[in-house]
Nanobody
Framework: QVQLAESGGGLVQPGGSLRLSCALS????????MGWYRQAPGKPRELVAG???????NYADSVKDRFTISKDNGKNTIHLQMNSLKPEDTAVYYC??????????????????WGQGTQVTVSS
């Protein structure tokens, strides 16, 4: 059974930094894509940063040059380094892995798994 475990959220002052981590456990066949999303109160969930298995990245305009997504070599763990944090970055952050997997319902070419969410609050 595939599970995701997130860590690293918290309270930080404007201009500060945080690093989020997300570890995938369980048997998967292939990683299609990885990413971080966030959802602020009253707003839809939005993509913050995406990462392909070959290392391609994409970022929301609002976080470019401040956030960096990465993956540990040889491990199914991704990170989101967040620098120069702003109050508008306050949200619950979710990691997402889209993978090929044999699940209880059979083979899935691309199945989404979500982390439990971690709160990031940027406030003085």
């Amino acid at each position: 059974q595939v599970q995701l475990a997130e860590s690293g959220g918290g309270l930080v002052q404007p201009g500060g930094s945080l690093r989020l981590s997300c570890a995938l456990s369980g048997n998967i066949l292939k990683i299609n894509n990885m990413g971080w999303y966030r959802q602020a109160p009253g707003k839809p969930r939005e993509l913050v940063a995406g990462l392909t298995p070959r290392g391609g990245t994409n970022y929301a305009d609002s976080v470019k040059d401040r956030f960096t997504i990465s993956k540990d070599n040889g491990k199914n763990t991704i990170h989101l380094q967040m620098n120069s944090l702003k109050p508008e970055d306050t949200a619950v952050y979710y990691c997402n892995w889209n993978v090929a997997v044999i699940a209880e319902t059979g083979y899935h070419r691309g199945r989404d798994y979500w982390g439990q969410g971690t709160q990031v609050t940027v406030s003085s």
